[in-house]
């Protein structure tokens, strides 16, 4: 059991959008704007089951896919992002998108992420078409309707996402080195529910450019997505001072953990989220969303680029504020472990709740002033995160 912080690590400003189900609608840009991708809308549906055939609760989806030409990154069509999450609250998801288009060499696919307690994460592709495909000829003969989604009526396709047992869903694997994330906390004791019993398949080398987004050399999810100093790439910068976190995620003994979806979030440099539940007077800043998202790599590391935080009271009755701070979700093999990163000699560092409860452990929250890897950041700390040594929030 990792010691406890109080509860309000997390803050009230968990973003909506790590969790949310607002973009399981590929077919729109966003919702009221009128322009819309091109190609023909689809839907796909299903559900997420256990070992028992029990919809398996709280499973993270990440659906991605080529546009309707069937290209990618370079998508000739600026309406289309390809990239949706689902979270599966009740094992059941419903995704609208558009069809997508047959890359060279492949059949129309749509590739599926899956994150939850008990496995690092799971991958797997789902094929539009029952035509030949390199990916899924990999697979063996018996095993192909798995991933062929049925189509009941024009349009809607379902398929189950059977994560044990029989008729599991063949998963893809493409990180032959890559350590396994074992537990990194304590879990719903699911794991063995849900685990796969079935050998990963390797991913054919044609088939890894729509895996792309999976790869753990990344530093992000996609691009940009571990920059929250720009909107997206290329875009204008955020109003503060742009600073660089970077760091790792190891277990007590040192080992890197590779593979855990860290998210991070923090106010803007007037103090104030974007946040619905934010309601304070600060400014807004329109260039700053203040979430961002990263996969350690190898090595266990993560970097992320954000404004250094403004300050924010948090008791108007007490005139408490809270000190410059960051938050940090780290997600792996376990559960979801929260925990806020500090800095150095902040004023109110001194009446923070958490460094009351911590004492002299407090310093294990700081960044370490670090040495910037590039001149658009002027400042960079390091938080190394250890499990069994970095506080986190207890689960509830
Ligand atoms: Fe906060």
Same mark, same amino acid.
């Given at each position: 059991?990792?010691?406890?912080t109080?509860?309000d690590?997390?803050?009230?400003?968990y973003?909506y959008?790590?969790? +949310?189900? &607002?973009?399981?609608?590929?077919?729109v840009?966003?919702?009221?704007v009128?322009?819309?991708p091109q190609?023909?809308? =689809?839907? *796909?549906?299903?559900?997420?089951?256990d070992?028992?055939?029990?919809?398996a609760?709280?499973?993270? *989806?990440?659906?991605?896919?080529a $546009?309707?030409?069937?290209?990618?990154?370079? %998508?000739a &069509?600026?309406?289309?992002?390809?990239?949706?999450r689902?979270?599966a609250?009740?094992?059941?998801?419903?995704?609208r998108t =558009?069809?997508?288009?047959?890359?060279?060499?492949?059949?129309p696919?749509?590739?599926?992420?899956?994150?939850?307690?008990?496995?690092?994460?799971?991958?797997?592709?789902?094929?539009?078409?029952d035509?030949?495909d390199?990916?899924?000829?990999?697979?063996?003969?018996?095993?192909?309707?798995?991933l062929?989604?049925?189509?009941?009526?024009?349009?809607?396709?379902?398929v189950?996402?059977v994560l %044990?047992?029989k008729?599991?869903?063949?998963?893809?694997?493409d990180l032959?080195?890559?350590?396994r994330v074992?537990g990194?906390?304590?879990?719903?004791?699911?794991s063995?529910?849900?685990?796969?019993?079935?050998?990963?398949l390797p991913?054919?080398?044609v088939g *890894?450019?729509?895996?792309?987004?999976?790869h753990?050399?990344?530093p992000a999810?996609r691009?940009?997505?571990? +920059?929250?100093?720009?909107?997206?790439a290329?875009r204008q910068?955020?109003?503060? @001072?742009a600073?660089e976190? =970077?760091?790792?995620?190891?277990?007590?003994?040192?080992?890197?953990?590779?593979?855990?979806?860290? @998210?991070?979030?923090?106010a803007?440099?007037?103090?104030?989220?974007?946040?619905?539940?934010?309601?304070?007077?600060?400014?807004?800043?329109?260039l700053f969303l203040?979430?961002?998202?990263g996969?350690?790599?190898?090595?266990?590391?993560?970097?992320?680029?954000?404004?250094m935080p403004?300050?924010?009271?948090a008791?108007p009755?007490i005139?408490?504020w809270r000190?410059?701070?960051?938050?940090f979700?780290?997600?792996?093999g376990?559960?979801?472990?929260?925990?806020?990163?500090y800095?150095?000699? $902040?004023?109110?560092?001194?009446?923070?709740?958490?460094?009351?409860?911590m004492?002299?452990?407090f310093?294990?929250q =700081?960044?370490v002033p670090?040495?910037?890897?590039?001149?658009?950041?002027s400042?960079?700390?390091?938080?190394?995160?250890?499990?069994?040594?970095?506080?986190?929030?207890?689960?509830?």
């Amino acid at each position: 059991m990792f010691p406890a912080t109080c509860e309000d690590t997390i803050g009230p400003y968990y973003p909506y959008s790590f969790t +949310d189900t &607002d973009r399981d609608d590929l077919t729109v840009v966003h919702p009221g704007v009128v322009l819309r991708p091109q190609g023909e809308a =689809i839907e *796909l549906r299903g559900r997420v089951l256990d070992i028992d055939g029990k919809p398996a609760h709280g499973v993270l *989806l990440e659906f991605w896919q080529a $546009d309707a030409q069937g290209s990618y990154r370079d %998508s000739a &069509d600026p309406h289309f992002r390809g990239l949706s999450r689902i979270h599966a609250h009740d094992g059941e998801f419903r995704l609208r998108t =558009i069809k997508p288009g047959a890359e060279p060499g492949r059949a129309p696919c749509i590739t599926v992420t899956l994150f939850s307690d008990g496995f690092s994460r799971l991958v797997t592709q789902f094929f539009l078409e029952d035509t030949a495909d390199p990916v899924l000829d990999s697979v063996p003969a018996h095993r192909r309707n798995l991933l062929v989604p049925k189509q009941i009526r024009p349009g809607v396709y379902t398929v189950d996402i059977v994560l %044990s047992g029989k008729d599991e869903t063949p998963f893809f694997e493409d990180l032959h080195e890559t350590p396994r994330v074992h537990g990194i906390g304590p879990t719903d004791r699911t794991s063995e529910q849900r685990t796969p019993r079935e050998r990963l398949l390797p991913i054919p080398a044609v088939g *890894l450019a729509g895996f792309t987004p999976l790869h753990t050399e990344l530093p992000a999810l996609r691009a940009g997505e571990n +920059d929250l100093t720009r909107l997206s790439a290329g875009r204008q910068r955020a109003a503060g @001072e742009a600073i660089e976190i =970077i760091g790792s995620v190891r277990d007590a003994a040192g080992k890197p953990q590779a593979g855990v979806l860290v @998210e991070v979030w923090n106010a803007n440099s007037f103090g104030r989220y974007a946040h619905v539940a934010d309601d304070h007077d600060y400014p807004l800043d329109p260039l700053f969303l203040g979430e961002g998202r990263g996969i350690t790599g190898l090595d266990g590391g993560f970097r992320f680029w954000t404004v250094m935080p403004g300050h924010y009271i948090a008791r108007p009755d007490i005139n408490r504020w809270r000190p410059a701070h960051i938050h940090f979700s780290v997600r792996g093999g376990g559960s979801r472990l929260i925990t806020q990163m500090y800095f150095d000699g $902040d004023p109110y560092n001194d009446t923070d709740p958490m460094r009351v409860l911590m004492g002299a452990d407090f310093v294990r929250q =700081i960044g370490v002033p670090s040495l910037p890897s590039s001149q658009e950041v002027s400042r960079a700390f390091r938080f190394d995160i250890v499990l069994g040594r970095t506080y986190f929030e207890q689960p509830a």
